[in-house]
């Protein structure tokens, strides 16, 4: 079955340097990608989404590639911000309206 | 922006009792979610439906049926509450494509006792 494998667990970083959380999935065919964040407490939101004409998605100063090669669509941001603090998910969606999440990358920047 | 409501924000509930949550949306979407969230096991699928009067079992349906009355409202219940059910649980709705964003209510934290 489809599946999606992120970085695992806790990734801490300091302000101001770049963010990279990967993100490569396995389908039988080619899904819209994802990325979902979500702050504590606070439900998951759409942060990114792959495009049909492999444009590059970029919002709030991160963007994401995806590479159908190698089957990654990881996230990534010049500079870390002290907001950018929260549980990040890939999910990839091959069209049958079902999401595979990951397990999700905590992501802590600080100070 | 898409509004997504659910209810109650948090519930303690017995072990071996019935629990009820319930979800609405004012988007006019055709697919609505349930999914629950584990620390370490991200989110995931337990029904979904795609329209009124019909649901379909997600990943992990096993404890909870589901039931989706009208196009606005879809409910999760577990109808004897066990141990192993503590987690949060989400609400989502989307349009009918493989391209479109979901949309997620607040949650609902759950404790099974």
């Known amino acids: 079955g489809d599946s999606v494998t992120q970085t695992e667990g806790l990734v801490t970083l300091t302000e101001g340097l770049p963010v990279m959380l990967n993100c490569t999935y396995q389908?039988?065919?080619?899904?819209?990608l994802f990325w979902y964040v979500q702050h504590l407490n606070e439900a998951p939101k759409l942060l990114l989404k792959s495009f049909t004409d492999n444009k590059r998605p970029e919002h709030q100063g991160f963007h994401a590639t995806l590479h159908k090669s190698s089957s990654s669509f990881h996230l990534q941001k010049s500079s870390a911000q002290l907001s950018d603090s929260a549980l990040y998910y890939c999910?990839?969606?091959?069209?049958?309206?079902?999401?595979?999440f990951g397990a999700g990358t905590r992501l802590k920047v600080i100070a | 922006e898409a509004a997504v409501t659910q209810s109650p924000r948090s519930k303690v509930a017995v072990t071996g009792g019935k629990v009820t949550l319930s979800c609405h949306q004012t988007?006019?979407?055709?697919?609505m979610y349930w999914y629950r969230q584990d620390t370490g096991h991200g989110l995931r699928l337990i029904h979904y439906?795609?329209?009124?009067?019909?649901?379909e079992k997600g990943d992990i349906p096993d404890g909870y049926k589901a039931s989706r009355p009208s196009q606005e409202n879809f409910s999760l219940i577990l109808e004897l509450a066990s141990l192993s059910q503590t987690a949060v649980y989400f609400c989502?709705?989307?349009?009918?494509?493989?391209?479109?964003?979901?949309?997620f209510g607040s949650g609902t934290r759950l404790t099974v006792l």
């Open positions: 999910a990839p969606n091959t069209g049958n309206y079902k999401y595979v």
């Open positions: 389908s039988t065919y080619s899904p819209f």
């Open positions: 439906s795609y329209v009124a009067d019909s649901t």
């Open positions: 989502a709705s989307s349009w009918s494509s493989s391209a479109e964003t979901l949309y």
């Open positions: 988007n006019n979407h055709d697919y």
